[in-house]
């Protein structure tokens, strides 16, 4: 599977966002598709993910009620709406696979860079 993710943007403070990752290849062996964000000399964190099926979500609480991830199978295409950014939120963002339940995630896509002014 291949991923390519796209979105990013230049914002400010309580602006808004929609990131996309698509994938290709292999999708059918896709089990859960998720983002990550790494801000400099920070480590990589879960931000939100999806189940590709049944299309649970699952949240980081520091984007909780903010975020809102969505998946177009038919596209095999999932975003994530970024509402009222806040500078914090300023990082690399990446998508990345599971194709099990507890596998590690992987097929990491290159990135999309958010940031966002205060």
């Known amino acids: 599977v291949q991923l390519q993710a796209s979105g990013g943007g230049l914002v400010q403070a309580g602006g808004s966002l929609r990131l996309s990752c698509t994938a290709s290849g292999r999708t059918s062996s896709i089990y859960a598709l998720a983002w990550f964000r790494q801000a400099p000399g920070k480590e990589r964190d879960f931000v939100t993910g999806?189940?590709?099926?049944?299309?649970?979500?699952y949240y980081a609480n520091s984007v909780k009620g903010r975020f809102t991830i969505s998946r177009n199978n038919g596209e095999n295409t999932v975003y994530v709406q970024m509402n009222n950014l806040s500078p914090e939120d300023t990082a690399m963002y990446y998508c990345?696979?599971?194709?099990?339940?507890?596998?590690?995630?992987?097929?990491w896509g290159q990135g999309t860079q958010v940031t966002v002014s205060s």
């Open positions: 999806i189940n590709w099926s049944l299309g649970l979500t």
């Open positions: 990345a696979i599971q194709s099990a339940a507890n596998a590690p995630f992987g097929s």
